[in-house]
């Protein structure tokens, strides 16, 4: 079994920053596309950044280039550096990556972590 576990949420004031970390583990062969979404009350869950094994990144347009997203495929974790946070990025951050499991190779899972809250007051 696989699965994503996401660390780094919390309280933060307006202007400030946080670092989030999502480490895949289990009986992974290969990890293609690692991404971030996030879920406000409310809201549907949207895209915020995502990262090929290659090393390719795509943003959404509201991160603005105060986000950013990296990946270790060293250890299988991916990190979402978030900058001059603003009250509006107030959500559960989830963590996505299409996985690959021994022993069948020949299958992409889709695998979602639990969440994480990061919350910036004003």
């Known amino acids: 079994q696989v699965q994503l576990v996401e660390s780094g949420g919390g309280l933060v004031q307006a202007g400030g920053s946080l670092r989030l970390s999502c480490a895949a583990s289990?009986?992974?062969?290969?990890?293609?596309?690692m991404a971030w979404y996030r879920q406000a009350p409310e809201k549907q869950r949207e895209l915020v950044a995502a990262?090929?094994?290659?090393?390719?990144?795509n943003y959404a347009e509201f991160v603005q280039g105060r986000f950013a997203i990296s990946r270790d495929n060293t250890k299988n974790t991916v990190y979402l550096r978030m900058d001059s946070l603003e009250p509006e990025d107030t959500a559960v951050y989830y963590c996505?990556?299409?996985?690959?499991?021994?022993?069948?190779?020949?299958?992409?899972?889709?695998?979602w972590g639990q969440g994480t809250q990061v919350t910036v007051s004003s």
């Open positions: 996505n990556a299409g996985i690959t499991t021994e022993p069948d190779i020949t299958r992409v899972r889709d695998v």
């Open positions: 289990g009986s992974i062969f290969n990890i293609d596309a």
């Open positions: 990262i090929r094994s290659s090393g390719t990144t």
